[in-house]
């Protein structure tokens, strides 16, 4: 069946580093891929999305390229900062939603 | 437009005891999604309403049932309550659901509920 493999945090930076979490699917037909984020005492809010195969999802300076080739919707960063600390949750999107096990990411100032 | 809702946010039982839990999607909103969140498994399905019929079933016992009403408001119901159950209870609106393209719509989360089982 459908699933999504992402890296296991926590995952800790300094403010202003690059962030990379590494995101994997394995689906049939074509999902629709996103990136959530839950921050402390919240539920989740998306993101991005990107619906087709090389589409660019971006938002608040996050960008995730869907890879048809890779099977990978990674999320980056150029440049983290302390707000951002939060988890993150890819998910896809075809008959049924399948969500990550989510990435703990903690920005030390 | 308002965003979902949950109620109540947190609650306090003890085992054996039930648990009605509450979620009003975002106006226009036909389908609902509950989620349960803990630390050691993380977020898992439990079930999908839309038009007041389960479209989608989790992998979790019986004890764990719901039920969406005309206006869209959905409840979920849990018996016989034990430790385990203790988690971060969390609701999900969208639009729609599986179409003819095969893709479902974003879903727009609630808080959640914080349910502690002593």
């Known amino acids: 069946g459908d699933s999504v493999t992402q890296m296991e945090g926590p995952v800790t930076l300094s403010e202003e580093a690059f962030l990379t979490i590494n995101c994997t699917y394995t689906?049939?037909?074509?999902?629709?891929l996103f990136w959530y984020v839950q921050y402390p005492g919240e539920g989740l809010q998306l993101l991005l999305k990107?619906?087709?195969?090389?589409d660019k999802g971006s938002n608040k300076g996050f960008e995730a390229t869907y890879r048809k080739e890779t099977t990978s919707f990674h999320l980056e960063k150029g440049s983290v900062q302390v707000s951002d600390s939060a988890v993150y949750f890819c998910a896809l999107s075809g008959l049924k939603i399948i969500f990550g096990k989510g990435t703990r990411l903690h920005i030390l100032p | 437009k308002a965003g979902v809702t949950q109620t109540p946010r947190y609650l306090i039982k003890t085992r054996g005891q039930q648990v009605t839990l509450s979620c009003s999607p975002i106006?226009?909103?036909?389908?609902v999604s509950w989620y349960q969140q803990t630390p050691g498994q993380g977020l898992q399905f439990l079930f999908e309403y839309f038009s007041e019929t389960q479209r989608n079933k989790g992998n979790f016992p019986g004890r764990f049932s719901g039920r969406q009403f005309s206006n869209s408001r959905s409840e979920m119901n849990v018996s016989t309550l034990e430790l385990g159950d203790s988690a971060l209870y969390l609701c999900?609106?969208?639009?729609?659901?599986?179409?003819?393209?095969?893709?479902?719509?974003?879903?727009?989360f609630g808080p959640g509920t914080r349910l502690t089982v002593l």
């Open positions: 689906a049939t037909g074509y999902p629709s």
């Open positions: 106006s226009g909103h036909r389908s």
């Open positions: 999900a609106s969208s639009p729609g659901v599986a179409g003819d393209s095969g893709s479902y719509n974003e879903q727009f």
């Open positions: 990107a619906t087709k195969a090389d």
